[in-house]
């Protein structure tokens, strides 16, 4: 059966408006702290979450926001969760690292890596409760260096749960390109661990989908894990106000304040010799560089614009479904800013 | 004398000390991108970074240090250390006495602490009470510029494993990194004597387990540490115009404790009130208690704690944490008792 494409793109275009909502919220200041968006992930998210049903589980990190809007999570209890309001989704005291839905078995947590022990505990759950059932387990290519999170893809196999292990590979480490800092293939990781792995391109809502659909399929019947590696981009760096963003959208306002205490450090006396001080720098420039060049910079990677692309020429269906959801979005950001019930 | 804002105290230290000392090396999450000043000076083989593997890291850094390096570590949150406990709960902390004293690891762990910017629970813990609790491990907690960076020069020169937490309301970086990112439109009450101020032309190190009266007073002994010590000193200016006269004493490092001056202090007041942002319970207020009883002071006592998980809201936020108008209304009533 092939996906329905209309449906993959009613849940992202939901997610990215309701997204879009909580950025305009973090910079009027009505969200404090920060800000973790799923903007640039929404295709593996909705690949994935179009497969669950009643009883199965979510494991989220600290961007969790998509995949509970997708999942089914009312957005005003959401936005008003944001704002800190004693009608969100947890009373304002959870935030948005810090999701939970008893009801969606969706819990989210701001420890990189925790959602392999969580999923698997979940999984392990579903076989003696609700046979049948899967969880899944949403992380970044970072947490793959976690403990926590190898130990529980080891659990998994070991014990045979049903669990999707779903890495969601940006290829930066919070701040720090991953590439520098992780050794051998992911893939061959999850596949010594005796879990079979694919690779799928993560801005294609169809391939994740169908990627997806058999490794939750697989779960369902008590073969075991499986493991998702789906390329994406984060817009927005690894959260909104990231300084290097900030460098590079605005370099003249941002660059006398990082620039100048540099130049100023390179040339104290005390410390390493010429070489190792250039050595520094390029690292220094190399990360602003690599942000320039970045491909979250491309439009051409967002993939909500690709689903739309990807749609049978429908223009009145298109336009339906888009007002739809606009509408959708737009009643709920009203409806959260309502005033608190006393 | 010159003024520093609190993190470039610290790393002001930091790098005197490594230009003194070339077996001291840098190493955390993003610690590149966060101590870049250090690493154009320095050099990328003394400041790396290091991917999200906490127990690795740590547990590397503990065993370098047992190797003659002198490694500073970076956790990205206290609250992280859990993910890492292992290495300092039961391997930098222990060392020394399964060796019968004769190896020790000088390692110092950087982390920043503390809420007031709506990170929520998991991301805003003091935890100090916490690591103290552990025998073999030190823990300093500096409350403005001159004492972090004095604290860190202390730390990098011990024969042991300390912890270094740094307060992010005091932090000029952590806050803009975590809270504002960029923004003008959030507002955040940083206690502004701790977040800038007068350091040393040259730093000396400070000594560990010396508490210090920031201000005097005859009525009660306010002890703290951190950001609380700024709130109880807006807290003592306050009830001076009520006629109660509060001193205020921060302890600076909360393993080992000055029982001394605590005791010296409260015996004369009569009166403790510990004003701790960390966990109420099983903690450094309890612990503060059991050092007066023991020396057999008698005092009246009271405390402003945090008593539950942190919540995310900024507004329960507030009334979760300790701040002057609670430090206010129990020190009434502790007068009145």
């Known amino acids: 059966m092939p996906p329905d494409l209309w449906s993959l793109y009613a849940l992202m275009l939901k997610s990215r408006l309701l997204e879009e909502a909580v950025a305009m919220f973090w910079q009027d200041g009505l969200i404090s702290g920060e800000m973790h968006l799923g903007t640039g992930e929404e295709a593996v998210i909705a690949g994935v979450v179009a497969h669950l049903r009643e009883g199965d589980a979510m494991a989220l990190d600290h961007r969790g926001t998509a995949a509970l809007v997708m999942r089914g999570v009312d957005p005003v209890l959401l936005l008003r969760e944001m704002l800190g309001r004693p009608d969100g989704l947890c009373g304002g005291k959870g935030g948005h690292m810090h999701l939970f839905s008893k009801e969606h078995l969706s819990a989210s947590s701001g420890i990189v890596g925790s959602a392999g022990p969580t999923a698997a505990g979940f999984a392990l759950a579903s076989q003696y409760l609700r046979p049948g059932t899967v969880a899944v387990a949403f992380f970044g290519e970072g947490a793959m260096n976690q403990g926590m999170l190898l130990e529980s893809m080891n659990l998994a196999s070991a014990w045979n749960l049903p669990v999707l292990f779903v890495c969601k590979d940006d290829g930066w480490a919070i701040t720090t390109a991953s590439k520098a800092l992780t050794g051998g293939d992911l893939n061959e990781r999850a596949r010594g661990l005796g879990i079979p792995a694919s690779e799928v391109d993560g801005l294609d809502v169809s391939a994740v989908w169908e990627a997806a659909g058999s490794a939750v399929e697989r779960a369902r019947s008590g073969q075991g894990p499986a493991f998702l590696r789906a390329r994406c981009v984060h817009f927005e760096g690894h959260f909104l106000g990231f300084q290097l963003i900030r460098l590079v959208r605005n370099p003249f306002k941002e660059m006398p304040k990082i620039s100048i205490p540099l130049i100023r450090s390179l040339l104290r006396r005390g410390g390493a010799g010429l070489r190792e001080r250039l050595s520094g720098m390029k690292t220094v420039l190399g990360a602003v560089q690599s942000t320039r060049r970045d491909p979250r910079r491309d439009r051409d990677n967002d993939p909500v614009r690709r689903a739309r692309m990807a749609l049978p020429s429908d223009a009145a269906r298109l336009q339906e479904l888009e007002s739809q959801v606009e509408k959708e979005i737009h009643d709920a950001l009203a409806s959260a800013l309502e005033e608190v019930p006393s | ?337």
């Open chain 2, 1 to 337: 004398m010159r003024t520093m804002f609190f993190t470039q105290a610290v790393d002001d230290a930091l790098a005197r000390a490594m230009a003194d000392d070339p077996r001291i090396v840098l190493f955390g999450e993003d610690t590149p991108l966060l101590r870049r000043e250090l690493l154009v000076r320095f050099g990328p083989k003394r400041v790396r970074g290091a991917p999200i593997s906490e127990s690795a890291f740590l547990g590397a850094g503990v065993a370098a240090a047992l190797a003659g390096l002198r490694p500073v570590v970076e956790i990205y949150m206290v609250d992280f250390l859990g993910v890492c406990m292992d290495a300092l709960l039961n391997h930098a902390a222990k060392v020394e006495t399964f060796s019968g004293g004769k190896w020790t690891a000088p390692v110092v762990v950087r982390a920043p602490c503390g809420g007031g910017y709506g990170d929520g629970g998991q991301h805003e813990q003091s935890l100090w009470g916490w690591l103290a609790h552990i025998p073999g491990l030190t823990v300093l907690v500096p409350s403005t510029p001159a004492d972090a960076g004095g604290l860190m020069l202390a730390a990098l020169r011990h024969d042991g494993p300390v912890i270094f937490l740094e307060h992010k309301l005091l932090s000029e970086t952590w806050l803009e990194f975590l809270g504002s990112g960029g923004r003008r439109t959030v507002k955040f009450d940083i206690p502004e004597e701790g977040a800038k101020g007068p350091v040393p032309k040259t730093w000396e190190p400070l000594p560990i387990g010396k508490a210090i009266l920031r201000r005097t007073g005859d009525d009660m002994t306010i002890v703290s540490v951190g950001s609380g010590i700024h709130r109880a000193i807006e807290a003592a200016e306050a009830l001076e115009k009520e006629e109660i006269s509060a001193g205020v004493m921060d302890l600076r490092t909360v393993s080992p404790l000055d029982k001394a001056t605590i005791c010296e202090s409260v015996a004369q007041t009569g009166r403790m009130l510990v004003v701790d942002e960390d966990y109420e319970a099983f903690g450094l207020s309890g612990e503060l208690s059991a050092i007066l009883l023991e020396a057999g002071i008698s005092c009246r006592y009271a405390r402003v704690c945090t008593q539950t998980t942190i919540p995310y809201s900024r507004y329960l936020e507030d009334r979760c944490l300790p701040n002057a108008t609670g430090i206010m209304e129990i020190a009434r009533q502790l007068m009145r008792s």
